[in-house]
């Protein structure tokens, strides 16, 4: 870093029409070891100076002198620091004016500094060698200013993601702005295998060795670590113990120089970049140490990212694990129906077998077949319709949330659980609310929420009863209460405390899950459900669904 301006030769361009000025100039910055350009006008001065910027040469000095024709020093000075493209040009003005007041006008307009003619070439060389200094300086600042607002920028973005191929592009990326490098690589150590694997490269060969894997202790990159420590050389050939061409060293480049830091974080390593041959120069300290800053800001987020990964991991198969849930309590719903639903679809049937088996009498009047036939078709409408209701309760949930209307939702429920009703001798009552609106929601998740609390209250009604249920828009109009009250034995407050606990029952048989699945579905819905209860006295459970939840989870 800031090799190249402590290197090379000065690039000079001397701009007066006095020729033995020139000559003088240009023999003492020569013997200086410059490279030294000269023109007589200012108008050549500016089209010199943008020229060998844009071709890679920028002139590092302008020996400017003030009294020229065409334009003179001080226009010449104006213009060259209203150009951003070459007014970083340090420049140093002669003159044969001797007023305080015209010396310090060009260093007011952005000279760096100015000599009086006549003047003593060892003068001369001086100040030059004051302005180089100076400029070398301001471009080492600038260079590191580059490559703080680089890194930051690196940071802000490894820090900002949590998708790990994202992190591990914005890293490659960044070295590639601020380390120019042949060739390089980021591993991560696989805690599964312990093993080191390559997953991002930076080469002429993107798949160098992507996705390759090795033990650490191995090349130089396993080597980091292992030892938990930075190595770097600009000789592999005299330095190369460690060296391993498969780790290492790719197709399309040699291997000549080697940086490589380790990934650390909360005192463990968990990877490595390693960086091949620098163009343009040989790795310092200061390259590693900027590179370690980075390496730690990419360990922090790559580590952010795993965690983030296998979070969602554990998410996603805790959603799948709650949905098999969910499944498996519509079937033990389906199972504590089953009878009543058998004797609800073979109704339907006996009336359909008798329809047809009557109209099927040779000598009967069409009037009496056609009235038969209708009932048979009347009949298997109905039965079509219990069993697509059915079809629709216990299938797997698809999760999508559409406009809901609960009032429907709570009938479809209480459609299923008729039959059974009837046989336990349970009365129901409903008075539902006309002026409902239509919620966000997944309906067959809440029929399955309203058909649990419906079994549950035939379930405690042993010698029969009554089941009221009601709906309701809150005074606010940003909640729906669905109202459940049966005239069962009640519950205790123990028994109030523990009930949308998971396995907690007071059946003799029975999963304990009912109500904890449904508690669950209502809470991703954004609402609530509660029970209030004395002995003797009966149940009311009371379910609230918000209007217009933040969002439903399926």
Known sequence: MGKRAEQASPNVLIADDDPKMVALIREVLEHGECQVQAVNSGVEALEILRQEIRCGRPIDVLILDIMMPGIDGYQVIKRVKEDAEIATTSILVTTALTSVSDKTLGLGMGADDYLTKPFDARELLARFQVIMRMRRTEQAVRQRNRELGALNEISRTVTSSLDLDEVLEATMQGIREILHVEAGSLTLMDEDTGELVFRKTLSPQQSWVAGRSFQPGEGIVGHVV????????????????????????????????????????????????????????????????????????????????????????????????????????????????????????????????????????????EDKRSEYLRMAQSEVARLIEIVQRMLEFYRPSRGGQVQTDVNQVLQNALAIADKRLQHAHIQVHTRLASDLPTIPGVPDQLAQVFLNIIINAIDAMVDGGDLRLGTLLSDDGEWVLVAFRDSGPGLTPEQVAHVFEPFFTTKSEGTGLGLAVSYGIVERHGGTIEVSSQVSQGATFIVRLPVHPAQVKA
């Open 226 to 365: 292992a030892t938990e420590r930075p190595y770097f050389t600009n000789d592999i050939a005299s330095d190369g113990r460690l060296f391993r061409p498969s780790v290492d060293e790719g197709a399309g480049f040699t291997t000549r120089a080697v940086l490589c830091v380790p990934l650390m974080v909360r005192g463990r390593v968990i990877g490595a970049i390693e960086l091949i041959n620098k163009l343009g120069g040989a790795f310092t300290e200061a390259d590693l140490d900027l590179l370690q800053t980075m390496a730690g800001s990419v360990a922090v987020a790559v580590e952010n990212a795993q965690l983030y990964s296998e979070l969602a991991d554990f998410t996603h198969e805790l959603e799948r694990s709650q949905a098999q849930l969910v499944q498996a309590e519509k079937m033990v719903a389906i199972g504590r129906l089953a009878a009543s639903i058998a004797h609800e679809i073979n109704n339907p049937l006996q009336s359909i077998h008798n329809s047809l088996h009557l109209s099927a009498i040779p000598v009967l009047p």
